[in-house]
C-alpha cells in the first residue's frame, strides 16, 4: 500500500492523519517561520490566540483587499464587502446586525428544518453540500425553486475564496455572484420576512447607507455554511460510526468540531511589525494559523488526542475568535445535528476533497 506524502503546513488539512504533525509542531515549534512555503506557522494555542487578538494582523493583505482576479466583477463587490474579510470598525458594526439577526432563529428550527431537508437528500455529496444551503437559504426567507438554485450557486462563488483559485474558478465565481445578486436583491428592496427582513430592519436601525453590505453579507452567510458545514456534518457521520450513537448528539457535535475540524487553518496578514511568541515578525508577512492544532494543544485541552465529548470548559480555535469569530458557527452545529440524526446509513471514508484549509471527507456507502 501507497504510503502518503508527510504533512506539511499548507497540505496537512487533506492529509489522511495530520494530527501527529500537529502534536510535533505544538510541543517543538509552536511559533516558526517555515522556509518552504515562506509562511509564518502558529500551531500553539497561545500563538494562534495572540495572532487572532493582535489588531496587526489583518484579514486580508494591505496590498491586495480583494483578490485580483475578481477586481471589478460581481464577485469582487460581494468578496470586498464580507465582514470575514474586512477588519475595522464597520466591520465590528456588521458583524454585530449579522449576529443579532442570527440570534432570532432557535437551534430547535435549524434542527429540525436540517432533518426535513435531509430526508430528500439524493447522495453523500448533496447531504454534505446541498442540505446545508438549502437550509440557511430557507432561514433567509428563500421558497418554492429558490433554495436549490441558491445553493448551486453558492458552490460556484466560494471558488473564488481560496489563495489557490484559478482563473476559471473565478469568472464561475463572478458570474455565480452575478446571478446570486439578482437572486436576492428583490427580496432586500422588498424586504420579505425571514433573516432576510430581519437582517433589512436591523441594518436600517443601524443607519446602513446602503443595501450593498446587507446583500454581499447575505451571500456571506450562505457560503460560510458551505465548506464547513460539510465537513462537520462528514468529519461527524466518520466518528459516528467510530464511536456508535452517543447519548449526547449535541455534545458529540461539539467535540468533532474540536477533536476533527472542518476548517484547519486560516491565514493572517501582518499590516505593521509585530511580536508574536516572542519572534519579531515584519510587515507584509504571511501567518498560517493551525487551527485544528490548537486544538488539540494540551495547554488548551487536557488529552488533546482523546475523543471526550462533554469536556469541561473546552478550548476550540475551528471557528475562530475575537472580531473574526464565525457568526453561523452555532447554525453550523445544529445543521449537523438535524442531519446527522437522520441518516441511518454508515458512511466508510473514500478520501478528502483537495482544499488549503477545508477537511471535508469524500463519503462512500449506503446513504439511508
Known sequence: ?????????????????????????????????????????????????EVLADPACRVRPGTEPVPRGIVGT???????????????????????????????????????????QAG??????????????????????LAGDLPDEAARLIGEFVRCVPASATAEDQAAAAAAAARLLDLLGPHLRAGS?????????????????????????????????????????GNTLLALARHGQPDDLPAFVAEVVRHDAPIQNTRRFVATATTVAGHEVPAGSAILLLLAAANRDPMANPDPHA?????????????????????????????????????TGAPSLKGYRPSPNARIPVLKGQLG
Open 1 to 49: 500500500m501507497t504510503q502518503p506524502h508527510p504533512a506539511t503546513p499548507t497540505t496537512a488539512a487533506t492529509h489522511p492523519d495530520p494530527y501527529p504533525f500537529y502534536a510535533d509542531l505544538v510541543a517543538n515549534r509552536p511559533f516558526g517561520y517555515d522556509t518552504n512555503s515562506g509562511l509564518w506557522v502558529a500551531a500553539g494555542a497561545s500563538a494562534v490566540s
Open 74 to 116: 460581481p464577485a469582487g463587490e460581494v468578496f470586498g464587502e464580507l465582514v470575514r474579510m474586512t477588519d475595522g470598525a464597520s466591520q465590528v458594526r456588521r458583524k454585530q446586525v449579522l449576529l443579532s439577526a442570527l440570534n432570532t432563529i432557535s437551534e430547535e428550527q435549524v434542527v429540525a428544518l436540517a432533518a426535513e
Open 120 to 141: 430528500k437528500a439524493t447522495d453523500w455529496t448533496d447531504l454534505q453540500f446541498g442540505v446545508p444551503a438549502r437550509v440557511v437559504a430557507t432561514l433567509l426567507g
Open 193 to 233: 420576512g425571514g433573516l432576510i427582513g430581519e437582517l433589512v430592519r436591523l441594518a436600517a436601525r443601524d443607519d446602513w447607507p446602503t443595501t450593498a453590505p446587507l446583500l454581499a453579507n447575505v451571500i456571506g452567510l450562505l457560503s460560510q455554511t458551505y465548506d464547513a458545514t460539510a465537513g462537520l456534518v
Open 307 to 343: 475523543f471526550r465529548p462533554g469536556r469541561a470548559d473546552p478550548q476550540v480555535f475551528t471557528f475562530g475568535r475575537g472580531a473574526h469569530r464565525c457568526p453561523g458557527h452555532v447554525v453550523a452545529a445544529a445543521i449537523t445535528i438535524g442531519v446527522t440524526a437522520t441518516v
